[in-house]
């Protein structure tokens, strides 16, 4: 396959930020093939917090929060406790998607296409089928997958590239923890 002007100019990037382009290539398309499912299980992980606190304590959380800390059976507290904490991973992760995601909108080159190609393709709540987002992005279907794997290795760069740095650099001068040793991210 023909190497596009474009793809040699993100393999720059890669060389200049020191990142394994195929490598990281792999991990971003993986993040984003689970991203719709890893949205409905914390959806479903909240329903579980709220319907929790909702039995205790109305919607009072603290309230129930206390309860649960407190006077609550450790196996109860333990499983409750689970459950939130996946919450705020899950959270972290969709906040550094998020961040990678605004990073791409705002890229000088077809950034907004980009953008738009992810959406589509991994972020939205429904998937599309290919006739369907080709039609929206009225673009014919060799071109729509060249832009595809240009949006996935973008997406690498600012995933790896900016949105983790900056994470990392925000904890480490809040003295907070640092950002895990995630599989999905290193």
């Known amino acids: 396959m023909r190497k596009t002007k474009m793809m040699k100019s993100i393999s720059r990037m890669y060389e200049g930020m ?4 195929e490598q990281v290539f792999r991990k971003a398309k993986l993040l984003l093939v689970i991203y719709r499912d890893v949205v409905w299980t914390s959806i479903k992980e909240v329903n579980y917090v709220k319907e929790v606190c909702t039995a205790y304590y109305s919607n009072d ?3 129930a929060l206390t309860y649960l800390n407190d ?10 406790m689970e459950k939130v904490s996946g ?26 296409l980009y953008h ?12 599309m089928t290919e006739g369907e987002m080709l039609e929206a992005l009225c673009m014919e279907r060799s071109n729509f997958y060249i832009k595809k794997k240009e949006a996935i290795k973008l997406f690498g760069i600012a995933l790896w590239g ?25």
């Open 18 to 21: 020191q990142l394994d382009e």
């Open 61 to 63: 959380l603290s309230l």
């Open 71 to 80: 006077f609550a059976p450790t196996e109860r507290k333990e499983d409750f």
């Open 87 to 112: 919450i705020f991973e899950t959270k972290w992760m969709i906040d550094l998607i998020d961040t990678a995601m605004i990073k791409i909108y705002d890229y000088h080159h077809n950034g907004k």
């Open 116 to 127: 738009e190609i992810l959406s589509k393709c991994y972020i939205t709540a429904y998937t």
């Open 162 to 186: 900016y949105a983790l740095p900056r994470y990392q650099e925000l904890l480490i001068e809040n003295n907070e923890y640092t950002v895990p040793s995630n599989s999905y991210f290193y």
